[in-house]
């Protein structure tokens, strides 16, 4: 059975920084792709950022560039999200996502495998 866990998500002020996690079990994690999204209300769910095995292949959205780092630990099946410098409209709930098919994170296709979110909340 695969397995993705976000977590790390919590209350932050603005300026703030929080580091996301994602645990990866079931599925060879080397072999997949690996991305970050997230969804607030009202909004379609986004592309924040995503990295392929080896790191050969990272892009994230324009909103979070310069701001938000993505990384992966292929020894401990783990996908991070460093998010730094926090806005109020970087709360959202945040989801971490697999696939084999880079081009899917690319288009928008639809990806094999998600967790079930952690919250971020940036607020004074």
């Known amino acids: 059975q695969v397995q993705l866990i976000e977590s790390g998500g919590g209350l932050v002020q603005p300026g703030g920084s929080l580091r996301l996690s994602c645990t990866v079990s079931?599925?060879?994690?080397?072999?997949?792709?690996l991305g970050w999204f997230r969804q607030s209300p009202g909004n379609d769910r986004e592309l924040v950022a995503y990295?392929?095995?080896?790191?050969?292949?990272?892009s994230y959205s324009a909103s979070v560039k310069d701001r938000f780092t993505i990384s992966r630990d292929n020894a401990k099946n783990t996908l991070y999200l460093q998010m730094n410098n926090l806005k109020s409209e970087d709360t959202a709930i945040y989801y971490c996502?697999?696939?084999?098919?880079?081009?899917?994170?690319?288009?928008?296709?639809?990806?094999?495998?998600w967790g079930q979110g952690t919250q971020v909340t940036v607020s004074s």
């Open positions: 996502a697999a696939d084999k098919d880079l081009s899917r994170f690319r288009t928008g296709g639809r990806l094999s495998y």
């Open positions: 990295r392929s095995p080896a790191g050969h292949f990272t």
């Open positions: 079931g599925l060879a994690f080397d072999d997949y792709h």
